[in-house]
């Protein structure tokens, strides 16, 4: 089992920045995938951001709507994700969530990003 707790959302005025975290603990395999996905209201769960563990094919993959804007980076020591999401806009409101991606994948509980014009 693996467990994901998640911080770092709240509310914050366009234009502006949020940083998320995702720490994860238990059966942690070293090689993995984490990255953040949200769901924005009334809308279906899309992929915003996901990195592996470092070498080749491990490198970051954005959605189109945040390149530019938002950069995932993971300390592997840690086994922590982290979301900088910067220029911020009212359509990134969302929740979002935290994934885990090894032999099985993992969800955390989701935090919500609000984003106010």
């Known amino acids: 089992q693996v467990q994901l707790v998640e911080s770092g959302g709240g509310l914050v005025q366009a234009g502006g920045s949020l940083r998320l975290s995702c720490a994860a603990s238990?059966?942690?395999?070293?090689?993995?995938?984490m990255g953040w996905y949200r769901q924005p209201p009334g809308k279906q769960r899309e992929l915003v951001a996901i990195?592996?563990?470092?070498?080749?094919?491990?490198?970051?993959n954005y959605a189109d709507s945040v390149k530019g804007r938002f950069t995932i980076s993971k300390d592997n020591a840690k086994n922590t994700v982290y979301l900088q999401m910067n220029s911020l806009k009212p359509e990134d409101t969302a929740v979002y969530y935290c994934?885990?991606?090894?032999?099985?994948?993992?969800w955390g509980q989701g935090t919500q990003v609000t984003v106010s014009s």
């Open positions: 994934r885990y991606i090894a032999t099985r994948s993992y």
């Open positions: 990195i592996g563990s470092g070498g080749s094919g491990g490198g970051p």
């Open positions: 238990g059966s942690i395999f070293s090689i993995n995938a």
